[in-house]
């Protein structure tokens, strides 16, 4: 089974922090994704690469930045948190480049204070 | 802008009925259609992947039909089970990506 993992579950940080939000898959994939979701609004994209060193703006990037250094593993970081970045934060992994299916960890609940 | 609309209201339905999802989208054609379930403090579970020429898929008791002139996809639980108690996201893709719709809560009681 595919298996996506992220840093931690639940993280509180203040206003200005610079926050480091981890995911590692063991499938070997070449995609992965960085989303928020919040209520009402869905999930959101913020950031995905296709390969090592690579990666594309999603809808939502502002705020954040992304770091792929190895293939399994892909960072979010969050220069200087803000309260309007309080959200679940969601790591995805998929096979092929395109729109196939994407495996998700289990999302890391960010409070920012 | 490319929207996707899903009944933000929850549908309940009682254990052994059909429970039918709808997912609509404007202004793309998408390729593919997928749908993922998602439980309460989870990520999303991919569940079907339906593409434009396929009309209708099937697998197990779930079965997801993709009308490309409609612009909707319907998504069908059949003999449904508290079990299946969770919200179904759809996602047409676009090129390189997924759009998600926001989901329906689905209750199934007893």
């Known amino acids: 089974d595919v298996k996506v993992t992220q840093s931690s579950r639940y993280l509180v940080k203040r206003t200005g922090e610079k926050v480091f939000l981890e995911c590692v898959q063991d499938m070997d994939h070449e995609n992965m994704f960085w989303y928020r979701q919040d209520p009402g609004l869905g999930l959101r994209l913020i950031y995905f690469?296709?390969?090592?060193?690579?990666?594309e703006k999603g809808d939502i990037p502002e705020g954040y930045s992304v770091s792929r250094e190895k293939k399994e593993r892909f960072s979010l970081i969050l220069e200087s948190a803000s309260t309007n970045q309080t959200s679940m934060y969601l790591c995805a992994s998929g096979p092929y480049r395109g729109a196939y299916e994407q495996y998700f960890g289990p999302g890391t609940r960010l409070t920012v204070t | 802008s490319q929207k996707i609309e899903q009944n933000s209201e929850a549908l309940n339905i009682q254990e052994g009925k059909t429970a039918t999802l709808t997912c609509n989208y404007t202004?793309?054609?998408?390729?593919?259609l997928q749908w993922y379930r998602q439980d309460p403090g989870r990520g999303p579970v991919f569940l079907l992947l339906i593409r434009e020429n396929e009309k209708e898929k099937r697998k197990e008791r779930l079965k997801v039909t993709f009308d490309t002139t409609l612009k909707q996809s319907l998504f069908h639980i059949t003999a449904s089970q508290p079990a299946d108690s969770a919200t179904y996201l759809c996602?047409?893709?676009?090129?390189?990506?997924?759009?998600f719709g926001t989901g329906t809560r689905l209750q199934v009681f007893p």
């Open positions: 690469s296709y390969d090592v060193k690579m990666k």
């Open positions: 996602a047409p893709d676009t090129t390189d990506k997924l759009i």
């Open positions: 202004n793309y054609s998408p390729a593919y």
